[in-house]
């Protein structure tokens, strides 16, 4: 399957609370709850379907996941792996993590954390990416994604190696 085209969707986590509690614990508020049903809801739409997810072990980002879910309730359930290795994770560590993917999975959602998550984007956009470089390099807000075609097995995956092909911002503002 080397010349088979990969999709990877690169998540932030939906708006948080900014409360007392540690960075780890922080929960989505009632905005971010509308925000991850509403990607669910664009993945569903534009047939992102993920067969496997990558989810930083932070409640917010746990909680984005869930409803992101559950929005894509009537699809196939993907593997999903919570990892502490996200929660913090610099870009070359979510790259490894991406590389280590089993290579029959077609399409991988990472839901992560700022600044990882445009660093990846950009890291890896190569040739046929300019229109939303831009995007990328500006940062993702909440809830927005990043989606990325791959040719070839993720272990294969290099800097300029894939092309990025959207960057997806919510309707609600931060």
């Known amino acids: 399957m ?13 708006k948080a609370e900014h409360s007392g509690v540690a960075d780890e614990l922080r929960r989505l508020t009632s905005l971010g709850v509308r925000q991850a049903a509403g990607v669910g809801g664009s993945l569903r739409a534009t047939g992102l379907l993920p067969e496997r997810v990558l989810v930083s072990s932070a409640v917010r980002t746990q909680e984005t996941w869930l409803h992101v879910a559950s ?3 009537d699809d196939p359930e993907p593997e999903v792996v919570a990892s502490d290795d996200l929660y913090g ?3 070359p560590g979510v790259v490894d993590l991406v590389r280590a993917t089993d290579p029959r999975v077609r399409t991988l959602l990472v839901v992560g954390h700022e600044p990882a998550m445009s660093g990846v984007a950009a890291r890896l956009a190569g040739t046929g990416s300019s229109s939303h ?3 990328v390099h500006a940062g993702l807000s909440t809830a927005a994604y990043a989606v990325l075609e791959v040719v070839g097995p993720w272990s294969d995956l290099t800097a300029g190696g894939a092309r990025l092909v959207d960057v997806v911002r919510p309707a609600w503002r931060d």
Not at 2 to 14: C, I, S, T, Y
């Open 71 to 73: 929005a894509l309730a």
């Open 133 to 135: 470089l831009a995007q």
């Open 89 to 91: 994770a610099p870009v």
């Open 2 to 14: 080397p010349g088979q085209v990969r999709r990877l969707v690169l998540l932030r986590h939906a």
